[in-house]
């Protein structure tokens, strides 16, 4: 019992902040981290010590994620449908990116579905195969979400910029 509690100790709280970041709401965070280190738990016989530890339990924490957006069903992706490449999807070279204060707002804006591939392809670094095999679809799929992800946080970020050029000419003429 105290290693489990160790264990939960020590990567409890990384654990929710995965969870939070693809699914963008603490309430769901708690349950998905939850119900990853049951999971963690139960299954640890199972773990072999090919890769770390962390990177076990961070896979069970994204697979839950996962789990979590496709019960929830609101979201229909044509996985088929041919890749539209950007000229980069690096977000350090995106001058869109340099105008966000807090990413962590315009990534909570995204479908749940887009937000997920962007942080697990993004911040986590999976591939966008590994990625495929999470969600069951093809790797397109992941190709295509980034991509659609993408787009749409620059959408979201001009529009942000707008509205803080519009408000801050309306606080001029007064």
């Known amino acids: 019992m105290a290693a489990f509690e ?11 902040y995965l969870a939070y970041r693809i699914c963008g709401c ?21 773990y072999r010590g090919a890769g770390s530890f962390a990177g076990w339990v ?5 697979n839950e ?9 609101r979201q229909r992706i044509d996985h088929d449908v041919e890749v539209v490449e950007i000229s980069s999807n690096n977000l350090f070279e995106h001058n869109w990116l340099e105008s966000c204060r807090d990413l962590d707002t315009l ?17 986590e670094g999976y591939k966008h195969q590994e990625i ?9 799929f992941s190709k295509v979400t980034l991509n659609r992800a993408f787009a749409s946080l620059r959408q979201l970020s001009n529009n942000e910029e707008s509205d803080n050029a519009s408000n801050r ?4 003429r007064r």
Do not use: W
């Open 65 to 73: 994620a996962i789990n979590h957006i496709n019960s929830e069903k």
């Open 107 to 123: 990534t909570a804006k995204l479908p749940s579905v887009s937000r997920a591939v962007l942080i697990l392809h993004q911040v």
């Open 58 to 62: 961070r896979r069970i924490v994204a």
């Open 6 to 16: 160790q264990i939960y100790r020590t990567y409890s709280e990384a654990s929710y």
């Open 26 to 46: 603490e309430a769901i965070a708690q349950e998905i981290s939850h119900d990853a280190f049951i999971k963690v738990m139960a299954n640890i016989n199972k």
């Open 169 to 172: 000419s309306t606080a001029y």
């Open 132 to 140: 495929a095999e999470m969600f069951g679809k093809s790797v397109s």
